[in-house]
């Protein structure tokens, strides 16, 4: 069987389970997700093993470490994932919620109704925590889901995928909702993105490159969750306390992931005071700064900004640093160079809160918080698939309801159209 036979198949069964798993009842899916969580902890040894091979390989082929930091697994982040399963069971089902219910004039009722997409592509990267959250979300939703990650992480992806759809099968849910293409062939990818007619709708996550292939290659409708250059904006007169405080946060907790923080601006008026302090903490986390000159102005050993670096999602310990002279300067340099993902403002002065919120074209805009929090666990959706950055459909962290369509119901008693 060739690669394009093979996922055409996987596509075809996770379309048959999509019919069943669209009508099942809350219940069932929801005893399901818990027993796959408490499936999850229960061989947490195995796919940790699964998971050292990977990196093993990773390692081998020089990848670098905060790439090898997504792929990571440890027993702590394998029971955030069962705890991501078990916070999906206990939110609302979007599926079947009435939207809107009106009678016409010539006596036909017509109700609006959510209804699972059918069959959700999600490809991704080194994150084999995707593959849980994307499960998990999609039996909730009612979605069939075809999964295919990055090759660096293909035995941890396997050990989980195996764990939970045993455990989904085994709890009523269809055989077959749950696929997961194993070929390491990149143009695996191009056969599940041009299925249409089978898949339903296809979700990238991982760097711009991959997301811009999918993108510009699918003929199956996309969902965009888009790379994260993020900003904060130290306003004059704010908390330095606190600006050190939520800088550090969103730029060293972990590095690696779309909220962190990649460029910092710091209103003039601010500069003397602050970088007093921040350079050093900065430096004293082993952040490597690319400064303007005004920067350099504080400290001349600072490596020198170029116009890469303001573009630039470094996923590491690398941070732009730029010296505005106002609020408006900000959110120029922002409206140029930000992706619409996350952007923070760090002032006492309400006004300018309101207009930074106002102003800023992002899925997530912040006022005196990191923007570390742009997460469908911190936001209290459970899991998420993603973090769209597109304006149609879905924006922001993707849970639920972002992973349901709807549908019109017209009941009558005989009226023709004249």
């Known amino acids: 069987m060739d690669l394009r036979e093979e996922i ?3 596509a075809k069964k996770a379309m048959v389970g999509a019919r069943e798993l669209g009508i099942i009842s809350t219940e069932v899916k929801n005893q399901a997700l818990v027993a796959m969580a408490t499936a999850l902890e229960s061989s947490a040894e195995e796919i940790i093993e699964a998971n ?3 990196l093993e390989a990773a390692k081998t082929k020089g990848m670098k470490e905060s790439m090898q930091d997504r792929l990571l697994l440890t027993e702590k982040r394998i029971s955030d994932m069962a705890e991501g399963l078990r916070q999906v069971a206990e939110l609302k089902d979007p599926v079947g919620d009435i939207l809107s219910k009106n009678k016409l004039t010539n006596g036909l009722e017509v109700t609006k109704i959510s209804v699972p997409m059918g069959v959700v592509g999600i490809i991704y990267e080194a994150r084999p925590n995707v593959t849980a959250d994307a499960i998990g979300l999609c039996v909730k939703s009612g979605n069939a889901v075809v999964l295919k990650g990055g090759s660096e992480a293909l035995l941890s992806n396997k050990a989980i995928a195996e764990v939970l759809t045993k455990a989904a099968e ?3 849910i269809p055989k077959g909702s749950i696929q997961l293409i194993e070929s390491t062939d990149r143009q695996a990818v ?10 339903d709708v296809v979700i990238p996550r991982g760097g711009a490159g991959l997301i811009q292939m999918v993108v510009q290659t699918a003929t199956v409708p996309v969902i965009e969750t888009g790379i994260g250059v993020c900003h904060v904006y130290v306003d004059a007169g704010a908390d330095c306390k606190m600006a050190a405080n939520i800088i550090i946060n969103a730029k060293v907790q972990r590095p690696s992931v779309c909220n962190a923080l990649e460029t910092l601006l710091v209103n003039k008026d601010m500069a003397d005071e602050f970088f007093a302090v921040m350079l050093k903490e900065l430096k004293d986390n082993k952040v490597e700064i690319f400064a303007d000159e005004k920067t350099r102005g504080y400290d001349n ?6 116009e890469e670096d303001w573009q630039a999602e470094y996923g590491d310990l690398r941070l732009a640093v730029k010296v505005v002279d106002s609020l408006e300067e900000a959110l120029e340099h922002i409206a140029k160079y930000g992706t619409k993902h996350s952007e923070c403002i760090i002032t006492n002065d309400h006004e300018h809160a309101a207009r930074f919120q106002l102003c800023v074209d992002a899925a997530a805009v912040y006022v005196n918080a ?3 929090f742009t997460d469908g666990f911190e936001f209290g959706f459970g899991a998420e698939i993603g973090i769209s950055t597109q304006k149609l459909h879905a924006r922001g962290p993707m849970a639920l309801p972002e992973l349901t369509t709807y549908k019109y119901l017209i009941t009558g008693n ?5």
Request: hydrophobic letters at 35%; a positive charge; glycine letters at 10%.
């Open 190 to 199: 191009k056969e599940l993105i041009t299925l249409n007619g089978i898949v």
């Open 8 to 10: 055409l198949q996987q």
């Open 170 to 172: 085994a709890n009523g």
């Open 301 to 306: 050993t600072l490596a020198v900004a170029t």
């Open 52 to 54: 050292k091979k990977d």
């Open 370 to 372: 990191s923007t570390r």
């Open 414 to 418: 005989g009226q023709t159209r004249k």
